[in-house]
């Protein structure tokens, strides 16, 4: 079966051409951080417009890259949500719009079941079930995944996202958006143990997250030291990149860790774009391995917002439930699990 991925929840315009769920022919994306980037973060409106002047082209190049044209698609997944309703409906509609004009099927896709199967596009795949933790910049949550369309949610952010954080932390220093690989590369220079950042660890045996107060203590750090010295220096900057990412990732091993000891699962899987963070990677590597439990991540680019992980989960949810209904709509919280 050869399945049209499209993906636009957000600020990224994708549409990917995958066979059978596993074997990606094309994968485009054409991102909008020129666009967002002096406003530290998404403006919704001009997200949604700059998505209606990139969805046809995007499309049009996935299928030349894969060597195929329309006719030869046999469904068409796209992304219903979560995510800005005004980009989700570009996508969603476009998808519609095709759909019915050449009777081609549809499914609309969760956007965090592609983030949790973002991995079965990887040569090297895990079994069923596994612990998948979806860090991005909209959520951030731990799902049991029972199947490719069986996901029990075990427990999510109760504020801000993890890749949030991220881009929040990244506009209080000074650094451009979308913040996450910023931090990360400033972190290389600084020391992780240098400045103690509180870390959320909210009820001990949950597996809810929160970022909020740990956003709030370093922005007074960061505030304390340009009040006492009017800027901050490069060493201070890089030390508080590195101390908050270690914040960030010592919740998010320990809770999706635990979440696979209390499930009595032996894998664990990374999606979302935060999962694309050396740091994080490594100590899930190490932590995993410690406590004898498989560890799969995908290919960095895989891990950031593409149709191609839509594609995966929409061959799945089609198999498994049929068609979607064109009188659907778009949703901006998740409803998986
Ligand atoms: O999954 P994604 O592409 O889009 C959403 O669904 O939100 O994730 C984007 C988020 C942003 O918040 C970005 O700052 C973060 O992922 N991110 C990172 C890194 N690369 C991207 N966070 C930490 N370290 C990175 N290397």
């Avoid at 995510?83 to 998808?95: F, I, Q, R």
């Avoid at 609309?108 to 596009?121: N, P, Q, R, S, T």
Wanted: net charge negative; hydrophobic share 40%.
């Amino acid at each position: 079966m050869i399945i049209l991925g499209i993906e636009s929840s957000c600020d990224d315009t994708s549409a990917a051409v995958v066979i059978d769920g596993t074997a990606i022919q094309s994968n485009v994306i054409s991102g909008q951080e020129e666009i967002h980037n002096c406003f530290g973060g998404v403006v919704p409106e001009l997200a949604s417009r700059s998505h209606l002047s990139a969805i046809q082209p995007v499309v049009e190049k996935a299928l030349s890259d894969a060597k195929i044209s329309l006719d030869d698609i046999d469904l068409i997944a796209t992304t219903q949500g979560p995510g800005l309703s005004g980009s989700l409906l570009v996508g969603y509609s476009y998808a519609k719009s095709l759909s019915l004009v050449k009777k081609i099927p549809f499914v609309g896709v969760d956007h965090m079941a592609g983030h949790a199967l973002a991995i079965l596009l990887e040569e090297e795949t895990p079994d069923f079930p596994f612990i998948a933790l979806t860090a991005s910049g909209g959520t951030s949550s731990i799902f049991l995944v029972k199947s490719s369309t069986d996901f029990e949610l075990l427990g999510r952010t109760r504020d801000d996202a993890a890749g949030e954080a991220f881009d929040k932390v990244a506009k209080v220093l000074g650094l451009p958006y979308p913040g996450g690989p910023h931090i990360a590369a400033h972190a290389e220079t600084g020391d992780e143990k240098s400045i103690k950042f509180p870390r959320a660890w909210l009820d001990k045996d949950g597996f809810d997250f929160s970022f909020s107060g740990l956003k709030t203590a370093v922005l007074n750090y960061h505030n304390k030291i340009v009040q006492k010295n009017g800027s901050i220096t490069k060493e201070e900057r890089a030390d508080i990149c590195a101390s908050f990412q270690q914040a960030v990732i010592d919740v998010l091993v320990t809770k999706t860790i635990n979440a696979a000891r209390t499930h009595g699962i032996s894998t664990v899987v990374l999606g979302g774009g935060v999962s694309s963070n050396r740091a994080l990677r490594l100590a899930f590597s190490h932590e995993c391995d410690k406590c004898k439990l498989q560890f799969f991540v995908p290919a960095a680019k895989l891990c950031t917002d593409n149709a191609a992980m839509i594609a995966v989960a929409g061959y799945h949810k089609y198999l498994r439930f049929g068609p979607g209904n064109l009188s659907d709509d778009v949703y901006s919280r998740s409803q998986l699990g």
